[in-house]
């Protein structure tokens, strides 16, 4: 589903990226770990399609197109969907109306008349049920003055809503009490499927206990140093990465 | 002929020509007002009050300025610039002529009728002789010059009690008749104790001829009332406004004047308040959304004379392509005015390269015991939320104007007549080139 080929990025003349390989296959779910400033959220963002970044090497292919000229909205339209480390906050615009609009700017992308009125409040119903999100957070402007962990509950209501093929999480788990981290959790698991795939970024083993992944990359300096199975994981958090740089 | 002189010399025609009906009273008005225009004459960039906007370019045209004919206008043809999705009063001029047709005034109770008619019966003498022309300015030329003409416009006296049934419109057409037309419309909006009243007006030119007009307002609320006048500027690219608005508030009263800018070649608001009473509360709102060499001017002055006073200011300003606007918020709080709430916010958005905006707060206060606040801001469209709302499938343009949207939801918010604020909703979406899947 994805393809990424020796991937280098950067902002002005400060590489950040430095030559990543990585392939994401339908139905697989990948952790990204690595210290502080190793270029994860990059990464996310690069992928995403931030003009922020400039991309000075290699490609990011997705099922078999590149899209490094595509634009962020065309990217998501195709299926890619990032949950921000830092969700940005948007007054004046509420939850509700800010999900509708993106739904039916994809739907009008892929040639789909709009979703009625209907159906989009039963949508709305269902998945924040599935995240056990006060309703109220809806009507909102958008993460304005939410806290941390609403912010990130709100970023996975989202994901439910637009239904990725791809999903990034970047970080979703920080700031995420015990209990809010397995209703996170159990609204990835439910969105997993064999035509789907999760890159999940994160720090910590615990998320890992909750979303599973088949693959675990260690991310150092724009690189991916180390891949393994879900026990590197463990091993990362037993032994931290010196060992390994 | 410059068209000072060409202004000067037509008084004069209008004045041998007996063209108004005037008692002594108003002819020594009228002189005066001329007179000081005459010193005065129009205001250019050395004037202070003016030092942003220049009037050079909608000065050279060769105006013509009187109304000869009542040109025809069907119903149909400019219903859309009424809100008539509601019941109304309507006072109509067409090219500065009073149209019966389109109009539709009342007597029954109250007075919502025509400036000219009020000038000329007697049973009106007193309430002129009482308001008219007692809070215009006559430090300002421009004034000076509308009262100097003054023939036609809204009149509108609403007696003690009267909470009216619906809103006023007031509406000018400039058909094109002419090939460049001055027009000064003159309004004049007495609400007695306990009234309430909205009323809506807007300026609309149907060619592309030029249209210059010097509109003048003053509004007196008494104790208790509740004024909201809200003005539509979506003008075309030819029609430049000048508008000044003199508000006089009794103890008690809550006022509003609201100005949406989104349409004209230049655009000149005078908002001015003057508190006579306590516990008075004052609302001016106004947002320009401006593109290609639109030039928008917000000069407001809030004068707090007594104590326990409010007054809450919210302009905002978009400003795309070459547009300029200008925001000058003068707030002067007496020393007698003691316990006053002054509270003033201007925020604008730059998205145009060569977009300029001169915003200039003036607190003057010479009370201890008051709070007052002001922020000003000019920033420019956030890319880390352009990059948020793409990521998520918003496209460009619709993310853009959703944001934007949202900068200007906060005044749009404070209309109260929720069919107008649909109308003003829609024209945003119009200026910014946009249709949302819902209105905010
Ligand atoms: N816009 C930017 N301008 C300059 N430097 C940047 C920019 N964005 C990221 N960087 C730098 O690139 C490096 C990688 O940052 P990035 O946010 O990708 O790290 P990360 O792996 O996500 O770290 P963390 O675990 O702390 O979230 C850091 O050194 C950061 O300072
Ligand atoms: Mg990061």
Redesign the pocket.
């Known amino acids: 589903m994805l393809k990424i080929e020796n991937l280098h990025a950067g902002?002005e003349d400060?590489g950040?990226l430095k030559g990543i390989n990585l392939e994401v296959k339908a139905g697989e779910v990948h952790a990204i770990m690595?210290?502080?400033?190793?270029?994860?959220?990059?990464?996310s963002s690069v992928i995403s399609g931030n003009e922020?970044?400039e991309v000075t090497d290699g490609d990011v292919i997705l099922e078999d197109e590149s899209v490094l000229e595509l634009s962020p909205d065309e990217r998501a339209h195709k299926g890619v969907f990032m949950s921000f480390?830092y969700p940005i906050e948007i007054p004046g615009v509420s939850t509700t109306n800010f999900i509708k609009t993106a739904i039916n700017e994809k739907r009008k992308a892929n040639g789909e008349e709009e979703l009625p009125a209907k159906d989009m409040l039963k949508l709305i119903r269902e998945k924040s049920a599935l995240l056990e999100m006060d309703r109220k957070f809806l009507s909102r402007s958008l993460n304005e003055g939410f806290s941390g962990g609403e912010k990130k509950r709100n970023e996975i209501f989202q994901m439910a809503m637009l239904e990725p093929k791809l999903a990034i999480l970047?970080?979703t788990d920080s700031g995420l009490d015990i209990d809010a981290l397995k209703i996170v959790a159990n609204g990835v698991n439910k969105l997993r499927t064999k035509e789907n795939a999760v890159i999940v970024?994160t720090?910590y083993q615990r998320l890992l206990d909750y979303i599973v992944p088949d693959f675990v990359h260690v991310?150092h300096d724009g690189k991916i140093v180390k891949s393994g199975g879900k026990e590197l994981a463990l091993e990362l958090e037993a032994k931290g990465y010196d060992w390994i740089k | 002929m410059s068209l000072k002189d060409n202004l000067i010399s037509s008084f004069m025609v209008m004045e041998n020509r007996g063209k108004v009906d005037l008692d002594s009273g108003f002819h020594q008005m009228r002189s005066e007002a001329i007179n000081a225009f005459e010193k005065q004459g129009f205001p250019t960039k050395k004037d202070e009050e003016w030092k942003y906007t220049s009037l050079n370019s909608v000065l050279k045209h060769d105006y013509s300025i009187f109304p000869k004919s009542e040109a025809a206008v069907e119903f149909k043809e400019v219903k859309k610039y009424f809100v008539h999705e509601i019941e109304t009063y309507k006072i109509v001029f067409i090219d500065g002529v009073y149209s019966s047709f389109l109009s539709e005034t009342t007597h029954d109770g109250y007075d919502i009728c025509l400036m000219s008619a009020a000038l000329k019966k007697p049973k009106y003498k007193m309430v002129l002789d009482n308001y008219f022309n007692t809070i215009a300015d006559k430090e300002n030329s421009i004034t000076n010059l509308n009262t100097a003409f003054t023939m036609e416009g809204a009149y509108i006296n609403i007696g003690k009690n009267k909470v009216l049934p619906k809103p006023i419109q007031i509406v000018n057409f400039y058909t094109g008749s002419e090939k460049d037309i001055l027009l000064q419309p003159r309004n004049l909006v007495v609400v007695g104790e306990n009234s309430h009243v909205q009323i809506i007006e807007r300026h609309q030119s149907l060619s592309d001829n030029v249209v210059l007009t010097n509109a003048v307002t003053e509004i007196f609320a008494n104790k208790r009332a509740i004024v909201d006048h809200y003005k539509i500027q979506n003008d075309n690219d030819n029609a430049s406004m000048i508008d000044s608005t003199y508000v006089q508030q009794k103890a008690n009263s809550i006022v509003s004047v609201n100005t949406y800018s989104f349409g004209g070649k230049l655009t000149r608001n005078n908002v001015e308040f003057f508190h006579e009473g306590e516990h008075i509360e004052s609302h001016i709102n106004g947002i320009s959304i401006l593109d290609k060499k639109q030039h928008v001017d917000n000069h407001t002055l809030i004068h707090h004379k007594f104590p326990n006073c409010e007054s809450f200011e919210l302009y905002k300003g978009i400003f795309d392509a070459s547009s300029t606007g200008v925001f000058n918020g003068k707030v002067i709080v007496d020393q007698e005015a003691q316990k006053t709430n002054a509270f003033q916010q201007n925020n604008n958005i730059l998205i145009g390269d060569k977009a300029t905006i001169n915003a200039k707060p003036q607190l003057e206060i010479f009370a201890d015991d008051v709070k007052c606040s002001h922020g000003c801001t000019i920033g420019q469209l956030d890319e880390s939320a352009m990059f948020y709302m793409q990521s998520r499938g918003i496209p460009e343009k619709e993310a853009k104007a959703l944001l934007l949207y949202a900068f200007g939801n906060e005044v749009v918010e404070k209309i109260k007549i929720p069919e107008l604020k649909t109308r003003i909703t829609k024209l945003i979406a119009n200026k910014l080139g946009v249709k949302l899947g819902f209105e905010i």
């Not at chain 1, 210290?35 to 990464?43: A, D, F, H, M, W």
């Open positions: 902002v400060k950040i690595g210290p502080n400033g190793s270029g994860k959220s990059t990464l922020a970044f480390q970047d970080e970024i720090h991310l």
